[in-house]
């Protein structure tokens, strides 16, 4: 047998720990498939004299993860400190320019500096691997870099936020608005102290634009993500979403769009109840392509948590003590296509539309005549009057009341014109909302 792949994990959090838990209770298995041992012989964290509740007395500490990275008594980086500058990123630059092989489950890190670092890791013919960086536990990378090698994709899209799929589902499920069920997730440890990050979409943008290089074989490019989030879902969206034959899902959508270059874009979306997605319930995670030659394919499971990630993170560390790893993002960082960025407004799709109006003649007539013109063609038009207010003859009340619109396919700037024309008209009460429909 060669000799043993000498691991340095720098963080012992969540998943750190987790991954020390597996690597030691199935060190033979890793052995027997990568041919060889893995060790752990060193470890980073911030705090020395925290009591783990495990024994590190066999592995050499390092305050400083830097350090850990360059360390002779490694091979093999395994950064799991998170954040996309600081320790995490220092650790992980100097790792590979001291030729180490590198593992790491840091979306924040790869979506924002992703394409320098697998230069880097090319430069010196060592892994930039990270299965765990993208809906945890699925494993997606591999599955989009190796196995759908033959494919070509038109589309990938996924609910990749546990916390916001937890949210919207409790929502649906209780009728209870976006505020208490985010404080219901806080409680249970779902949803982070500030939460913005999670559900203002952002995270799900930063593994969007992993999966978007992989599935498309183009240059990782974050910025060019749109990015909306689901604060602003009210009980009466879903209540409409469920009475039309949706549910509402934060997906990361990413689509290639003939020469309008590749769309990315991270938002609330209605998707029909009967797709694979609508099923997905709670904090699990899935993710659905759209491949040529295999058809479409859904991968659904844990998207966090310690042990689910560490699974991702182990399968990585066996790739690299088997010397089985190719380019990170599936081709040399030269080959990388440099995709154009498709445009919001160009984005086309069915529309949800709930605007808020007064209830007098001729409002919603004046609603319709405003997509009309805009050239919306409308599925369908649903009106709620609120019961017990007072009405005239013709059952009017002049309190606002919703209406939703379903469009057909219609563009994002046909949409936002005629919402500005509504809105210019004094025909809206409230902000209107707009959830984008995903077809199947
Ligand atoms: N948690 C999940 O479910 C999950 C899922 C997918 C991906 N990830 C990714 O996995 C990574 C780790 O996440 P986590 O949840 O395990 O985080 P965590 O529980 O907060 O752990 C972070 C670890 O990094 C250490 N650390 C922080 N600053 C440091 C520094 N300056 N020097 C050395 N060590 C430092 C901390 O040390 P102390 O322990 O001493 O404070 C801690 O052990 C992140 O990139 C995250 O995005 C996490």
């Known amino acids: 047998m060669q000799p043993p792949l000498r691991v340095g994990i720098a963080g012992l959090g969540t998943v750190g720990a987790a991954v020390l838990d597996i690597l030691s209770r199935r060190a033979a298995q890793v052995a027997g498939r990568a041919g060889r041992p893995v060790v752990v012989t060193a470890v980073s964290a911030r705090d020395r004299t925290r009591d783990r509740g495990r024994d590190l007395s066999a592995y050499r500490w390092f305050d400083d993860p830097a350090a850990l990275a360059v360390s002779d008594e490694i091979d093999c980086l395994v950064e799991l400190i998170g954040g996309e500058e600081g320790p995490a990123r220092a650790a992980v630059e100097a790792a590979l320019g001291a030729g180490k092989h590198v593992v790491t489950a840091n979306k924040a890190l790869l979506a924002k500096h992703g394409l320098a670092l697998a230069a880097a890791a090319e430069a010196k013919g060592r892994a930039l691997a ?44 209780e009728g209870s608005s976006f505020a208490e069920c985010l404080a219901a997730a806080q409680q249970l440890g779902y949803a982070e102290a500030d939460p913005t990050f999670d559900v203002e979409g952002y995270d799900t943008a930063h593994k969007l634009a992993i999966l978007t290089s992989l599935a498309f074989g183009s240059a990782i490019d974050s910025e060019a993500i749109y990015v909306e989030g689901i604060s602003s879902i009210t009980p009466l969206d879903l209540r409409m979403a469920d009475e039309l034959g949706f549910r509402i899902k934060l997906l990361g959508v990413a689509e290639r769009v003939g020469d309008a270059g590749i769309e990315q874009r991270v938002h609330p979306t209605m998707v029909h ?30 998207g966090a948590g310690g ?29 990388l296509e440099r995709a154009e960025r498709a445009p919001m407004q160009r984005h086309k799709g069915g529309y949800y539309v709930r605007v808020t109006v007064h209830d007098r003649p001729g409002v919603a007539a004046g609603v319709a005549s405003r997509m009309a013109e805009a050239d919306i063609s409308l599925e369908s038009i649903l009106q709620k009057r609120p019961p017990g207010a007072d009405r005239d003859k013709l059952g009017r009340s002049g309190e606002p009341v919703p209406i939703v619109l379903i469009t057909y396919e219609a563009t994002e700037a046909a949409i936002r014109q005629a919402l500005g024309e509504m809105a210019a008209d004094g025909l809206l009460a409230e902000p209107p909302q707009v959830i984008r429909i995903e077809r199947d």
């Open 307 to 335: 042990s689910a990630t560490a699974s991702a993170v182990v399968s990585d560390i066996a790739d690299v003590a088997a010397g089985t790893f190719g380019a990170p993002f599936g081709r040399p960082v030269a080959g």
């Open 130 to 173: 990270f299965e765990a960086s993208s809906a945890g536990g699925i494993p997606i990378v591999k599955t989009l870099r190796e196995s759908l090698a033959g494919n070509g994709i038109a589309r990938i899209y996924g609910i990749l936020n546990g916390t916001c799929n937890y949210i919207l589902s409790r929502m649906e499920q």
């Open 273 to 302: 109840k009967t797709s694979p997605v609508a099923q997905v319930m709670g904090v699990t995670n899935a993710v659905t392509v759209d491949a040529d030659a295999v058809g479409e394919l859904t991968l659904v499971g844990p």
